[in-house]
């Protein structure tokens, strides 16, 4: 039988799906590099991949912790 999904792994999971769905859909609207077109390149590639990694973080984070049963590994 599988264990339920702790409500921090949900969380954190919805976080980085509409962290990367707001990043796809501001690409699409804009297009055109004005989003960050006024920072360096090589700040732009981090900051995509980050922005995403924290998000999922906090919420991962600020979720609640899925109390489970405690089970002894030495008794099956």
């Known amino acids: 039988m599988a ?5 921090k792994v949900k969380a954190a999971s919805a976080a980085t799906f509409l962290a990367g769905l707001a990043v ?20 732009q590639a981090p900051l995509l991949a980050l922005v995403p990694a924290a998000l999922a ?15 002894d590994p030495t008794s099956a």
Do not use: C, F, K, M
């Open 3 to 7: 264990a339920p999904v702790e409500a």
């Open 24 to 43: 796809a859909v501001l690409n699409a609207i804009v297009a055109d590099n004005s989003l960050l077109g006024p920072l360096p390149g090589w700040v």
């Open 57 to 71: 973080w906090l919420a991962g984070y600020q979720a609640r912790h899925t109390v489970r049963d405690h089970v």
